[in-house]
């Protein structure tokens, strides 16, 4: 096994915990841009792989594209569908972050509202999107954080990048708008998990 090979598979397995939430690692950094195609094709200069775009699921005038930096690093590029549209001119707007996410356990999910109240922190409940399991709560700085866990996890040794990347093959093939949990499950198993 090459040294990357064993990095990868310890940080994989390292969890944080404080207070009851068990930290896996950043999520992906959410960017709200002017010009989508522009923005993915800098960050591919910059040698992140687009893996798909679809909707916005919380504005229909935007859409949105998850772009793979490397291990199990994303990017979320926001922006509009079409010129003219402009969406947050105001703060937060262009060029900053939209929300931080943070990788969380389904597990934790399951638990998470009582589990931040008990933490002295005011989170939402639960909501689902797509594949994803979110809660959301601000930084003290009104920062947007959301917690975030799969519907369906990959099982150990299974890189997410894969999972993502079969996933969004078999959303397009099946000319599916969004990518959803029945895409994670069938990727997963097309990958031998």
Not at 149 to 155: D, M, N, S
Request: hydrophobic share 40%; glycine share 8%; net charge negative.
């Amino acid at each position: 096994m090459r040294l990357w090979e064993r990095l990868e598979s310890v940080q994989t397995s390292c969890a944080r915990r404080a207070d009851g939430v068990e930290l896996r690692g950043l999520g992906y950094p959410a960017i709200i841009c002017r010009d989508m195609q522009q923005s993915i094709d800098f960050y591919s200069k910059l040698g992140m792989r687009h893996l798909f775009t679809e909707p916005n699921r919380d504005d229909p005038e935007s859409a949105q594209a998850l772009l793979h930096a490397g291990q199990d690093d994303y990017l979320l590029l926001v922006g509009p569908t079409h010129e003219g549209v402009r969406i947050a001119e105001s703060r937060p707007g262009v060029g900053s972050m939209q929300y931080l996410t943070l990788e969380v356990s389904g597990a934790f999910i399951d638990q998470a509202y009582f589990e931040l109240s008990s933490a002295g922190l005011q989170a939402s409940e639960e909501i689902r999107r797509g594949y994803e399991r979110l809660v959301f709560l601000e930084d003290p700085n009104q920062v947007l954080i959301a917690l975030v866990a799969w519907t369906t996890e990959p099982p150990p040794g299974l890189a997410r990048s894969a999972v993502l990347a079969k996933a969004a093959e078999l959303k397009e093939a099946q000319g599916a708008p969004f990518l959803d949990d029945e895409h994670l499950r069938w990727a997963i198993a097309e990958l031998g998990g």
